[in-house]
């Protein structure tokens, strides 16, 4: 009777292989060793999502570390960078503060007194072409904007009508994504109304001595990946 002989195979040939099975990113064991095909943020101790919820879009590339990170995500392996998340921990909560403020294009708008839909107080103001605006709440800075061109208005008081009503859906967005209802040492938010073509929108924040940057074309999909994240 002839002993059976076990043969493994290690290294890039053996995830070839894999992919050619169609296995790809799942998870193989045999003999308690677990294999992945894919390197995921939670592998480098990231707290990005792996996927986005309700979207095509899912991590690419994966570097770093717990300590520094960074996960870039894309609508397929092929298709060009949508969204970035990037992961930073300090030796102090003072060093990060310092790392937070460095990463933020901070704009404190400065302009017409409004009220969003839920009473928070908030400030309109026309800038360079854009329209923003801002309120401060729960160490939460968030700014929505909108371009001119997009807004159809005749009056100061019709386009501040029509930039509340950008800001109230905004906020609706980031409340349903539980972003920006999280206790957080501080965080900004910068919205974009519509459609972009970069990663313009951004959700960063510092929770003790982390802090984390999400930027991305899509402002829903920055959202919901901050809000894997943020848990």
């Not at 990231?46 to 996927?51: R, T």
Request: charged share 15%; proline share 1%; hydrophobic share 30%.
């Amino acid at each position: 009777m002839k002993r059976q002989k076990r043969i493994v195979v290690m290294g890039c040939s053996f995830v070839v292989g894999l992919a050619l099975l169609g296995i790809g990113g799942t998870t193989m064991t045999n003999n308690n060793v677990t294999v992945h095909a894919v390197t995921t943020p939670a592998d480098k101790g990231l707290a990005a999502p792996e996927k986005v919820d309700g979207t095509q879009t899912e991590a690419q590339t994966v570097t770093g570390n717990s300590t520094s990170g960074k996960v870039t995500y894309s609508n397929g392996a092929n298709s060009a960078t949508t969204a970035t998340y990037k992961q930073q921990k300090y030796g102090t909560t003072s060093q990060a503060k310092t790392g937070f403020e460095n990463t933020q294009n901070l704009t404190n708008a400065d302009g017409t007194k409004v009220t969003l839909s839920d009473g928070t107080k908030a400030t309109s103001q026309g800038v360079m072409g854009h329209v923003y605006v801002q309120w401060q709440k729960n160490g939460w800075t968030v700014t929505t904007v909108a371009d001119t061109e997009d807004l159809t208005t005749s009056s100061v008081n019709q386009t501040n009508k029509t930039v509340t009503a950008v800001a109230n859906k905004v906020k609706k967005s980031l409340k349903s994504n539980k972003v920006i209802t999280q206790n957080v040492t501080r965080g900004n938010v910068v919205v974009y109304d519509g459609a972009q073509q970069k990663p313009v929108n951004n959700i960063s924040w510092q929770q003790k001595n982390k802090v984390v940057q999400v930027s991305g074309n899509s402002a829903e999909t920055t959202a919901k990946i901050a809000k894997e994240a943020i848990k």
